[in-house]
Structures are given as structure tokens and as C-alpha cells.
T-cell receptor, first 112, second 115 residues
Framework: DAMVIQNPRYQVTQFGKPVTLSCSQTLNHNVMYWYQQKSSQAPKLLFHYYDKDFNNEADTPDNFQSRRPNTSFCFLDIRSPGLGDAAMYLC???????????FGPGTRLTVL | AQKVTQAQTEISVVEKEDVTLDCVYETRDTTYYLFWYKQPPSGELVFLIR??????QNEISGRYSWNFQKSTSSFNFTITASQVVDSAVYFC????????????FGTGTSLTVIP
């Protein structure tokens, strides 16, 4: 089945220690998104790639970076995680915009 | 201003009851898209429906139905004969043609179906 895969499902890191979350997709969608979702809140868009074009949301902290080496993979790098970065990170894909987005299972990040 | 409002934060119903989740949106675009997603305790957001602004037909899919009314800027979701497996957080979202990359999510409604 075509799907969006996120690894790892759970990630524990230390305050200030860089961490990378990964997302892959078999849907062959050209748009990939990263969202941050904190407890009992709606997902918040961090950035997205439309093909190779990177689009950063205005309020996304500089601490968050992303890479998309090819159509199938996208990475979220948090350079110096703070306690406030503990959250669920959701990857999503869509075929063009503004079509429905398909989400992965998420990576729950804990910062100690 | 909040573009998507889900006024019901939490709802509890007894199994087999019908329940309606409200969604009110705000946009100046004439072309826009509305979505509903389900987020069960496992965390994955599951796509339920997409509706564009030119299609006001209501839709039914099994026990699920959606009522889109442009006159009141509402896109409500009804679950008929609710089941325990329907327990989840439900998000309504808006995407505008002018800023198609952005999904404006509502704050979600947490539905608990009591057996």
C-alpha cells in the first residue's frame, strides 16, 4: 500500500543535542509538509516543499531546518532542541496544492 | 483571526447516538477547499473528506455525512449510530486557492463514544 512513513516513531534527545527526523513516501506526491503538533492543539505548519522549492512559514524558528534530497524523502533537522520543542512531528504529502494531504503516523519527540 | 472555528472542544455520546461536529470557516476567497480529518489516539491524521467551494452537495459515506452551507460558512460533520471506534479528535481544515499551501486547521473536537 502506498503510504507515508516516519522514523523513528519515538525520539528522545537531550537539551541542545541535534536531532533529525525522517519521512518517506511511496505516493509519488510532489509536495511534502512538516507539521508540529503539541498536546491538545491543532497541527502547525513548519514548512513545505513544492517539488524542490522550499517554503518556510514566517513564524518557524531558525532552529528548524529541512532537507529534501529526492521526491521520496524529507528530513526535519532540529539544531538545538529546547524543552519547548517537545511535540509530535507530522509529515504529510499531497499531489499539488491544495489537495488533500496524507499524513504519516508522526514522530513523538521528547527533550530531556 | 481564526479562519476555522470548532466551538466544541469535547463531546461525549453514548454508543449508537448520533453526533454532529460543527465547523465554521472564514475566507474571502471564492475558491477554497474544506477538509475533515480524524486523529485517533494512535496519532495519525486520517483524511475523511474534501469539498470545494463550488460543490454544496451534501455527502454521505456510510455512517458519516457532511453538510456544507456557504450561506452560514459551515461544514458540519455528522456521525450516525456512533461506535466506540469513532472516539478520536476530529479536525476541520480550510485551504484557500490563493495560498494553497496552507492548511488552516481548527482546534479540533475530541469525541468520546461511551459503550
Amino acid at each position: 500500500d502506498a503510504m507515508v512513513i516516519q522514523n523513528p516513531r519515538y525520539q528522545v534527545t537531550q537539551f541542545g543535542k541535534p536531532v533529525t527526523l525522517s519521512c518517506s513516501q511511496t505516493l509519488n506526491h510532489n509536495v511534502m509538509y512538516w507539521y508540529q503538533q503539541k498536546s491538545s492543539q491543532a497541527p502547525k505548519l513548519l514548512f513545505h516543499y513544492y517539488d524542490k522549492d522550499f517554503n518556510n512559514e514566517a513564524d518557524t524558528p531558525d532552529n528548524f531546518q529541512s532537507r529534501r534530497p529526492n521526491t521520496s524523502f524529507c528530513f526535519l533537522d532540529i539544531r538545538s532542541p529546547g524543552l519547548g520543542d517537545a511535540a509530535m512531528y507530522l509529515c504529510a504529502t499531497s499531489r499539488n496544492r491544495p489537495n488533500e494531504q496524507f499524513f504519516g503516523p508522526g514522530t513523538r519527540l521528547t527533550v530531556l | 483571526a481564526q479562519k476555522v472555528t470548532q466551538a466544541q472542544t469535547e463531546i461525549s455520546v453514548v454508543e449508537k447516538e448520533d453526533v454532529t461536529l460543527d465547523c465554521v470557516y472564514e475566507t474571502r476567497d471564492t475558491t477554497y477547499y474544506l477538509f475533515w480529518y480524524k486523529q485517533p489516539p494512535s496519532g495519525e491524521l486520517v483524511f475523511l473528506i474534501r469539498r470545494n467551494s463550488f460543490d454544496e452537495q451534501n455527502e454521505i459515506s456510510g455512517r458519516y455525512s457532511w453538510n456544507f452551507q456557504k450561506s452560514t460558512s459551515s461544514f458540519n460533520f455528522t456521525i450516525t449510530a456512533s461506535q466506540v471506534v469513532d472516539s478520536a479528535v476530529y479536525f476541520c481544515a480550510l485551504s484557500e486557492a490563493d495560498t494553497g499551501n496552507q492548511f488552516y486547521f481548527g482546534t479540533g473536537t475530541s469525541l468520546t463514544v461511551i459503550p
